[in-house]
């Protein structure tokens, strides 16, 4: 949390859902599945082999973590349901979402449901992972969020309901020592107010502001709001920094186990960084629109 931040001035009768756990991954679009994997690779990103949702024109890499990851998702078959992802495309590649963990989607529907939330009964998605052993069919229970639950940022609530079969030791370990998600950025036009309107997910006590930043604590990661003006505050280095119509996800935190040795392969690799007291910064056109902030903590 930022030193010397200050509870928003807010009603302390709002309660977090109980059955949501934190963040579990985050989305980022890109437009050649393939070259951005590469491309990732190159970050010191340990890639699962490639999966395909069943059914649908879009296919993913993921970059597994110990208790979150990063899903590299691109299109494969325009003519078939994207989920929306072309019209995110037409516009630019970048985070464009995230999912947060629970453990029984059943039961944090109906803990949605009694804070109020009109939600769908879970719905279960399948994908083909592509082992050089042969195909295997990892297994999903979503929630689908609504989008006035999470303003400024598309969600949803997912289940693992195959775990071992997408988070093997063996994709665990990153050449960068990255160690998982810390937190996400997202532009908007006015942090408090945005963040205010979270608070039936995660309850008056996960949120607090300062310094033109207002931070909810997911219980496991941090979603930051801040304005244009405050995104350059946060990365005066980066310049100039992309521009959107605001909302949109411009960065991501990422904990390592050894900052110098993540800027070591960088260097090695010739990605262009800038070095910060905690580890180093990554500019967005060499992380396909994602400003990349790796820190040792």
Same mark, same amino acid.
């Given at each position: ?9 807010? +009603?302390?009768? +709002?309660?977090?859902?109980? $059955?949501?756990?934190?963040? #579990?991954? %985050? ?8 070259? &951005? /994997? ?8 340990? %890639? ?18 110990? /208790? ?35 453990? #029984? ?48 940022? &598309? $969600?949803?609530?997912?289940?693992? %309901?195959?775990? *071992? !079969? ?8 990153? $050449? ?7 937190? !996400?950025? =997202?532009? =908007?036009?006015?942090? /408090?107010?945005?963040?205010? #309107? ?11 502001? /300062?310094?033109? =930043? ?13 304005? +244009?003006?405050?995104? +350059? ?16 996800? &411009? ?12 800027? #070591? ?11 910060? *007291?905690?580890?180093?910064? =990554? ?15």
């Amino acid at each position: 949390m930022t030193t010397g931040a200050l509870p928003l001035p807010i +009603a302390d009768n +709002a309660k977090p859902v109980p $059955a949501i756990a934190g963040i #579990d991954h %985050l989305l980022i679009g890109v437009r050649d599945l393939e070259h &951005a /994997a590469r491309q990732w690779r190159r970050l010191g990103f340990q %890639l699962t082999p490639r999966g395909r949702h069943i059914g649908w024109g879009t296919a993913n890499y993921c970059i597994m973590f110990e /208790a979150d990851y990063l899903e590299l998702l691109g299109i494969v078959d325009p003519a078939q349901f994207t989920n929306n992802l072309d019209r995110f495309l037409d516009t630019r590649e970048g985070l464009m979402g995230l999912a947060f963990a629970t453990g #029984d989607t059943a039961s944090c529907a109906a803990d949605l449901r009694r804070a109020g939330f009109q939600v769908e009964p879970p719905r279960q998605l399948k994908r083909v992972l592509e082992l050089p052993e042969g195909e295997v069919l990892p297994e999903f229970g979503l929630v689908m969020l609504p989008p006035a639950a999470t303003p400024g940022v &598309a $969600a949803f609530i997912c289940q693992h %309901l195959t775990p *071992g !079969l997408v988070r093997r030791p063996e994709w665990l370990h990153h $050449a960068n020592r990255a160690r998982g998600i810390v937190s !996400l950025t =997202v532009v =908007v036009d006015n942090p /408090a107010d945005t963040a205010f #309107d979270w608070l039936p997910l995660f309850g008056a006590d996960a949120v607090q502001t /300062a310094n033109k =930043v207002t931070v909810i604590d997911t219980g496991h990661g941090h979603i930051r709001f801040t304005t +244009a003006d405050g995104l +350059a505050q946060l990365y005066p280095a980066l310049e100039p920094l992309p521009s959107f119509p605001t909302p949109w996800i &411009a960065a991501m935190k990422i904990a390592v186990a050894d900052k110098a040795r993540c800027r #070591d392969h960088l260097r090695f690799e010739n990605v262009l960084t800038i070095k910060t *007291g905690k580890g180093c910064l =990554v500019p967005p056109e060499e992380a396909n629109g994602v400003i990349i902030e790796f820190v040792e903590e």
